[in-house]
């Protein structure tokens, strides 16, 4: 149980403009489960594609010892042929395939290119007792749910002669019972000497499940804890994650909290695909003036989708509820129904979502509000330059002209685009998702300090993120959200990382 | 690079503005060296002024239809309908002349409705439905061809009447008559005279332009570029114009082409129209998140096509003095690479009117050159098709080295 599998040392991975991992080790023991844990942008992922060769060899610094020797992988196949396997949050699999097919993918049993798939059947059979689950091989992905598909992934894991099987978030989408199943058969392969690493946010799982857990902070390694020399708690891995001075992070920012901007009652939203899934229930909640509002919970507990639903229905169906601004009711049942009602959505995905990467920064920032630089349809060039300009200045956007590419610019200047382009329609009340997703800690303090000039303004701003202590550094009051439902409402005196884990644990015993 | 926000660059050095125009640049130079291999390889015969009026006449339905054809592009779809859209009108519009002797004064604008409503049949399916615009389109090509077939049962109709047929075959009368055009060299001032203003008014207009610029501090290209290339596009237009003016004058296909050229161009480059196309292409959910009614704004561009390939249609079944059931097939394919050798992406978001234009009359030129020399039509869809690879593959290699 001592021999060391794999050893990352002084792993630095530099990105233009961010230095993802600094100085990272990592060293995990034949036969255990080795839990990576971090907030997100701490790295973890990062860490992971430098290990299976996603980033090659030459790309990074430090050396990676695998199997007693060091090993350097230009791609992904090199990783895997020595039984290093990934499973990332995002499944890879293919739906209209079925789950043999799935799992010998790439690696069919085949003579001459000529898949013999009674063979290719009966194995995968075998994988799937294995991995204990119970449909037949011919089965379509699309047709089996999550829980299922992350273990159809596990059994093409197996099948591949895995030493070191990756876990991505593997429980991030599952429900407890479905989570508690994988979380066993991890336990049972141990048993068996089988080496893993599970990436998760999960802590109460982790504790469950790992041997040792390394914690990432910004991209570099605080600490490894062994759990079988001291129990470790919660609120020490917890410790280990936020660790950092607070007061440092976010800039101060007196409250001035004037009325009631917004306010949504009774929002009820089914599920986008599956079209007879009641996703959000009974969503109730209000943004004053001044006010920077939280959104706090895990992955999957309906807080993009209350945003997106709510901003011209881009999400879901059978949308029912109210909709208040200033006291009054409104119609936001379009996208430009809803910029006129005073309302901005900040997506999470900017390149997806928020920019148009192939455009300048002039031309994404006027994009959501063309009329404000034209007359009759005809744009107004200095206008719009002048906006442009203007907005670079004062949100400070790292760029050298209003002329450059949007992909050219780092995360946090492209949010600072992004946010321009929502600025200038001049709204009442911001919805900001996940605003300093993979961007830098500097980038960040920016963002914040930007968050907090337009709270000063007398706007409202409705923040949704992932990362705890960023809420409790920003907000004055924070909504817990689980399952599609508001399950708490804290101040900012009652918040704390505790409190809102509670909140969302407790409503999870209840349903 | 600077890092600095205070100081305002906004003059881009010479090296980065060739670098991020070197395809509009190449394009202009590309058409002017194939225009001059021509000349020099057909001893003089591609310039002659009754040349010049066929290359005209003969790539002017593709120009017109290149300008629909970009904004489908750019927002990210395609049709490949206009070519049984181009022998659709002309069918109906035979009928109507022809067989029922209704007046051209009417037929025109009732056509191009008519090409309209046959766009916004698609559109619908591409805008509201979402199925991809190659499917949609692909039926339009074969349902449109068969209607033309029915209409016209089989045969072609014609001739046209006078009236219609001046549309493509007409020529702007010259005003002025100078001297007399029997015994002078130039035989219509008129025409030469607009060339010139037009001239005179770009460089004007593109001179202001720059001064408005530098005082509002927004961007300019370096002077030199302005420069070089308004003395290029100036003297092709003026010698152009020459050769024309001592023939019979400006082609009336000329002037429409050149209205909605001009048209064009300004609603791409100038209108929230056009901005809102170009950020459909460059990423349509962003677009939509934005607040732009991207469903709507996608079934007009294929609605806008169709009254195009209508205008086409016509111009071409005047110029034919006939309709048939064959007319425009395969000129999908000669709009659609007019566009991707003038700039525009596959994948939307890029592409310029000036482009497809210039892309348009690098096809005619090279068609026309070729014929003028002899070559097979064999050897000339292997050679434009070459020239479609090598133009797109310039794109991707600049893209990919930037």
Redesign the interface.
């Known amino acids: 149980m001592s021999k060391t599998l794999l050893e990352m040392r002084g792993i630095t991975k530099t990105f233009p403009g961010v230095k993802a991992l600094d100085n990272v080790n990592l060293k995990v023991r034949e036969g255990e489960i080795h839990a990576l844990v971090g907030e997100n942008g701490a790295g973890k992922s990062t860490l992971m594609k430098v290990l299976s060769g996603v980033y090659p060899a030459g790309s990074y610094e430090g050396d990676i010892h695998f199997d007693g020797e060091v090993r350097r992988f230009s791609t992904i196949s090199d990783s895997e042929h020595l039984g290093i396997i990934i499973i990332h949050q995002e499944l890879a699999l293919v739906p209209l395939l079925s789950i043999a097919e799935n799992i010998f993918l790439g690696n069919e049993v085949a003579t001459n290119g000529v898949i013999d798939w009674k063979l290719a059947f009966r194995r995968t059979q075998e994988l799937l007792d294995k991995v204990g689950l119970r449909e037949p091989p011919g089965t379509l992905i699309t047709d089996i749910g999550v829980g299922k598909q992350q273990l159809v992934e596990i059994a093409k894991a197996l099948s591949k002669k895995v030493r070191l099987l990756i876990l991505d978030e593997p429980t991030a989408s599952l429900n407890e019972k479905d989570s508690d199943a994988l979380l066993k058969l991890l336990m049972e392969f141990r048993s068996q000497g089988m080496t893993s690493i599970i990436i998760s946010h999960k802590l109460n799982e982790i504790k469950k499940v790992a041997d040792q857990i390394t914690i990432l902070r910004d991209g570099g390694t605080v600490e490894t804890l062994d759990c079988h020399h001291e129990d470790i708690s919660e609120d020490r891995i917890i410790k280990g994650m936020v660790g950092r001075e607070m007061e440092d992070r976010y800039p101060p920012r007196e409250p001035k909290i004037g009325e009631t901007l917004l306010e949504v009652k009774n929002w009820n939203v089914f599920h986008q695909h599956h079209r007879d899934r009641q996703f959000l229930h009974d969503v109730s909640f209000a943004v004053r003036a001044g006010e920077v509002v939280g959104i706090a919970g895990l992955m999957g507990a309906g807080r993009t989708e209350t945003a997106m639903s709510l901003?011209?229905r881009?999400w879901g169906h059978k949308i029912t509820g109210d909709v208040f601004m200033r006291g009054k009711p409104v119609d936001v049942s379009t996208?430009?129904k809803?910029?006129e009602a005073g309302l901005a959505?900040v997506?999470e995905d900017r390149k997806?979502?928020?920019?148009?990467?192939?455009?300048n920064i002039m031309?994404n920032t006027t994009?959501?509000n063309?009329?404000g630089v034209?007359k009759a349809?005809?744009?107004d060039?200095?206008q719009e330059?002048?906006v442009a300009?203007g907005y670079?200045?004062k949100l400070?956007?790292?760029?050298?002209?209003i002329?450059q590419e949007a992909v050219n610019l780092s995360g946090g200047n492209q949010q600072k685009v992004v946010l321009s382009?929502w600025l200038f329609?001049n709204p009442e009340v911001l919805i900001l998702d996940e605003p300093t997703r993979g961007i830098d800690v500097g980038a960040k303090f920016e963002i914040y300090t930007i968050i907090n000039q337009l709270a000063a303004e007398g706007k409202g701003i409705l923040m949704i993120s992932s990362e705890m202590p960023e809420l409790l550094g920003t907000c004055d009051r924070i909504y817990v959200m689980n399952e599609g439902r508001i399950v708490a409402e804290l101040s900012k005196a009652e918040a704390s990382q505790e409190s809102i884990m509670r909140a969302i644990m407790r409503s999870g015993e209840k349903h | 690079m600077s890092t600095d926000t205070a100081t305002k660059t906004t003059q881009p050095s010479v090296g980065d503005y060739l670098r991020r125009n070197i395809r509009e640049y190449g394009l202009l130079v590309a058409l002017v060296v194939i225009m001059i291999f021509f000349q020099v390889i057909t001893q003089g015969v591609l310039f002659r002024p009754v040349n010049i009026t066929n290359l005209v006449l003969q790539n002017s339905f593709i120009v017109i239809m290149a300008l629909g054809m970009l904004l489908i592009i750019v927002a990210g779809h395609i049709d490949l309908s206009v070519g049984s859209i181009v022998a659709f009108i002309g069918a109906i519009s035979a009928i109507m002349l022809v067989k029922w002797g209704m007046p051209a004064i009417i037929v025109v604008p009732l056509c191009i409705f008519v090409g309209a409503l046959m766009g916004a049949a698609q559109g619908y399916w591409v805008a509201y439905q979402k199925i991809p615009s190659f499917i949609v389109t692909l039926a339009g090509m074969l349902v449109f061809r068969g209607m033309t077939y029915v209409v016209l049962g089989g045969r072609p109709v014609g001739p046209f009447p006078k009236d219609f047929q001046i549309l493509s075959t007409g020529f702007v009368p010259d005003f002025l008559s100078l001297t007399d055009p029997a015994t002078s060299l130039i035989k219509n001032y008129f025409a030469l005279l607009v060339v010139i203003l037009l001239v005179g008014y770009a460089i004007y207009a593109g001179l202001r332009e720059r001064r408005m610029n530098a005082l509002h501090e927004t961007e300019n290209e370096p002077f030199a570029f302005f420069a070089v290339q308004m003395a290029i596009i100036s003297a092709v237009a003026i010698f152009l114009g020459f050769q024309l003016s001592t023939y019979r004058g400006l082609p009336n296909v000329l002037v429409v082409m050149g209205l909605l050229i001009a048209l064009y161009t300004f609603v791409t480059t100038r209108t929230t129209i056009g901005r809102r196309i170009y950020a459909m292409g460059g990423n349509e959910k962003a677009a939509k998140l934005s607040g732009i009614n991207t469903e709507r704004l996608t079934f007009y561009t294929f609605v806008n096509m169709g009254a195009l390939a209508a205008l086409a249609g016509m111009i071409i079944a005047a110029r034919l003095n006939s309709a048939t059931p064959k007319a425009g097939v395969g000129f999908e394919l000669d709009v659609i690479a007019a566009c991707f050798i003038g700039g525009a992406s596959a994948s939307g978001g890029v592409g310029k009117i000036t482009g497809a234009v210039i892309g348009a009359f690098i096809m005619g030129v090279m068609n026309n050159g070729m014929s003028i020399m002899g070559i097979g039509i064999d050897y000339q869809q292997l050679i434009k098709g070459l020239v479609l690879l090598a133009a797109v593959f310039f794109d991707v290699y600049n893209k990919n080295k930037g």
């Open positions: 901003f011209g881009s996208i430009p809803a910029i959505y997506t997806q979502l928020g920019l148009v990467l192939i455009d031309h994009l959501a063309l009329g034209s349809t005809v744009i060039n200095r330059a002048k300009s670079r200045q400070r956007i790292r760029s050298h002209s002329y382009k329609t």
